[in-house]
């Protein structure tokens, strides 16, 4: 097979796949659209969000509705009889990507003859650790906020490793592992100290930072034998109560070309192609995302952490680009065995160029009411949209997540159901995802009015009844 020299080739060669290619996971939502790109892709989940609607879901029944982690849906979906008959009966040479896996799934996916187009799960783990990016940092010549590496077991410990770092006393402790902000302590005090002196003290090693005035951003990224392909610099949507009890937690992301400098988009794209290169030299290839730490008093860029799989924001990175291919498709390129020889300056160039980025948003809608019920009625996946008058209605049907992109489609957005009907709506719950083409957040990074439109609007469209009389 020639390898191929360009976008148009590489469009072709998804387009004529033949090979059957499966997303294993809870829900689309992290490659949403990826099989109007790629013929034979087939997404088998936990929750069908369509009901029954989209042409390439397969959701077995009886995998459980309980809070479990995602290596373990995926197991469970792998284990399942119904998903293994699918698999059998499609035949061919499969391969699998995942959010997550361990190494239960590898095991499963040897058992199926599944190849499975990420590097190990014990790299993933390994480049995924919070307190080792900085050394991955380091080694790449990219600069971290201010900081120490140590064990710490007690708060008068905590003290003296900050001021022999010279990090002041108003300290922010990351964990090696965690999603949505669940390993970042903010310690400014002791009473802060005791809140989770637990979960600090049983790490062999945490990193503990100066504490900056800061706005977090996200940068998604490939590697690639012919060098790392960078999207653009996305902003974060953090923990408004609108959306959920866990401040600080990650519920979204946006990407317009005034959100950032010019010199900053710059920094990031610079620093995420260096991380690409140290991963290649230390044995990962792939798809890859960093969260950067912009230092609002001096403009730096700091790296904050290194996730090596899709993330979150993956659907707006994909959803980013006007012309060429979503960003995870290199990935696919990348594993499925064809020669690349792609001009990957040319390639970033497009994507820092402000002109060729889709402007558009995303948000997790979730449940903020204290009483635990289960779901009589839910909206439904689709287009959706917002009157003037702050009605939010059902438009039509639709699995690709295609909301257009002029001035009226800023009035549009697509909802991706997560919780449905039968399922239990409790404090903290994933109802859905939104996406849409218009601002979801005012220039200080607090929601808009449009946001809490859309938010308010569509949780009116759940109906539930309480837990007890089940």
Not at 156 to 178: H, I, K, M, N, S
Not at 220 to 237: D, F
Not at 383 to 403: A, K, P, Q
Request: glycine fraction near 10%; hydrophobic fraction near 40%; charged fraction near 25%.
């Amino acid at each position: 097979m020639k390898e191929l020299a360009d976008i148009a080739d590489a469009q072709r060669f998804l387009r004529q796949n033949r090979r059957p290619i499966y997303y294993v996971g809870h829900t689309t939502h992290h490659l949403l659209g990826m099989d109007a790109w790629v013929n034979g892709f087939t997404y088998i989940c936990r929750v069908d969000c369509f009901d029954g609607r989209h042409p390439n879901v397969f959701a077995p029944p009886g995998i459980g509705h309980d809070d479990v982690p995602e290596e373990e849906v995926v197991n469970r979906l792998l284990r399942n009889k119904d998903v293994t008959d699918l698999i059998a009966r499609r035949g061919g040479s499969p391969a699998a990507v995942f959010l997550m896996f361990d190494e239960e799934t590898e095991a499963l996916c040897a058992d199926l003859g599944i190849e499975i187009w990420f590097p190990p799960a014990s790299a993933r783990a390994r480049f995924g650790d919070k307190v080792a990016t900085v050394r991955l940092g380091d080694a790449a010549g990219v600069p971290s906020v201010p900081n120490a590496l140590a064990r710490v077991e007690a708060y008068e410990g905590l003290l003296q490793t900050a001021d022999r770092a010279g990090l002041g006393r108003d300290l922010v402790v990351q964990t090696p592992f965690g999603v949505s902000g669940q390993s970042t302590f903010f310690i400014a005090n002791e009473a802060e100290w005791q809140q989770r002196a637990s979960q600090i003290a049983a790490e062999r090693e945490v990193k503990i930072m100066k504490r900056i005035d800061c706005r977090s951003s996200t940068l998604e990224a490939c590697v690639t034998a012919c060098g790392t392909v960078v999207g653009p610099l996305l902003s974060e949507i953090i923990g408004h109560e609108d959306l959920t009890p866990k401040e600080g937690a990650w519920y979204g992301n946006e990407v317009f070309p005034e959100a950032f400098t010019e010199e900053v988009r710059a920094k990031a794209r610079d620093h995420a192609a260096m991380l690409g290169d140290q991963l290649l030299k230390d044995g990962y290839r792939g798809y890859f995302d960093v969260d950067f730490l912009i230092d609002q008093d001096n403009g730096e860029v700091y790296l904050g952490e290194v996730n090596p799989r899709v993330t979150g924001a993956s659907p707006i990175t994909s959803r980013a680009d006007r012309t060429g291919l979503p960003l995870f498709l290199f990935h696919l390129l990348e594993f499925s065995g064809v020669g690349l020889k792609l001009d990957i300056e040319a390639l970033n160039a497009r994507w820092a160029d402000p002109r060729c980025i889709v402007s558009c948003s995303e948000l997790v809608v979730a449940s903020v009411e204290d009483e635990q019920s289960i779901v009589t009625d839910a909206p439904p996946s689709g287009i959706w949209r917002l009157s003037h008058e702050g009605e939010v209605t059902y438009r039509r049907f639709d699995y690709l997540g295609s909301v257009g992109t002029d001035s009226d489609s800023e009035h549009e957005a697509f909802f991706l159901r997560v919780t449905g009907p039968g399922d239990v709506r409790f404090r903290g719950a994933g109802l859905g995802i939104l996406i849409t083409p218009g601002r979801l957040t005012t220039d200080d990074g607090k929601l808009n009015h449009t946001a809490r439109a859309w938010v308010h609007g569509l949780t009116a469209h759940y109906r539930t009844r309480p837990l007890k009389s089940q």
